[in-house]
T-cell receptor
Framework: DTAVSQTPKYLVTQMGNDKSIKCEQN?????MYWYKQDSKKFLKIMFS???????INETVPNRFSPKSPDKAHLNLHINSLELGDSAVYFC????????????FGPGTRLTVT | DAKTTQPPSMDCAEGRAANLPCNHS???????VYWYRQIHSQGPQYIIH???NNETNEMASLIITEDRKSSTLILPHATLRDTAVYYC????????????FGQGTRLTINP
């Protein structure tokens, strides 16, 4: 009965590779997010989708491309991985009305070597 | 969204009430106060939110001052599992819904 799930949990890859992280929520929410937590533990928003439409796009390199095939899924594809992309990536979701508290997934720890 | 200020760290004895303060002196009338926490290596967890009245749920209580410039999150009977970084975030409910996380308060519950 997991609410927000992410795969994989750990991802180790080499510089220059392309990788994807998947996120799914079964809460019936219509808004989903990607956050990045770097080595200094700062959490920052990257993207947000509402009903499959991009509504937040922070200053993120073009190598990062989110894709939302439907309201329950938001995937993150990263091209030409760099050392600085090493971080923990969290997916979250919220409803589109009311206080919109966000529910987070367990995170994907990406290590680029 | 208004900026918040929290102490970087706090300690509390197990079984006692943990009171975590947050200053948000520039909060505007339509902005809510949200609290989240992040237990080591896990995703952030929503705790509680409020606008102007005090709020209580199964996890915690939120006390907001009358002028709304500060608030306190209360964990009534802290356990070791409450050791985490606690984030106070001020945000409106309209427009873009990104959460802006500060450094938070690292709460350590001691046995």
């Amino acid at each position: 009965d997991t609410a927000v799930s992410q795969t994989p949990k750990y991802l180790v890859t080499q510089m220059g590779n392309d990788k994807s992280i998947k996120c799914e929520q079964n809460l019936g929410h219509d808004t989903m997010y990607w956050y990045k937590q770097d080595s200094k533990k700062f959490l920052k928003i990257m993207f947000s989708y509402n009903n499959k439409e991009l509504i937040i796009n922070e200053t993120v390199p073009n190598r990062f491309s989110p894709k939302s095939p439907d309201k329950a899924h938001l995937n993150l594809h990263i091209n030409s991985l760099e050392l600085g992309d090493s971080a923990v990536y969290f997916c979250a979701s919220s409803s589109g009305t009311g206080p919109r508290e966000q529910y987070f997934g367990p995170g994907t720890r990406l290590t680029v070597t | 969204d208004a900026k918040t200020t929290q102490p970087p760290s706090m300690d509390c004895a197990e079984g006692r009430a943990a009171n975590l303060p947050c200053n948000h002196s520039t909060i505007s009338g339509n902005e809510y106060v949200y609290w989240y926490r992040q237990i080591h290596s896990q995703g952030p967890q929503y705790i509680i939110h409020g606008l102007k009245n005090n709020e209580t749920n199964e996890m915690a209580s939120l006390i907001i001052t009358e002028d709304r410039k500060s608030s306190t999150l209360i964990l009534p009977h802290a356990t070791l599992r409450d050791t985490a970084v606690y984030y106070c975030i001020v945000r409106g409910i309209q427009g873009a819904q990104k959460l802006v996380f500060g450094q938070g308060t690292r709460l350590t519950i001691n046995p």
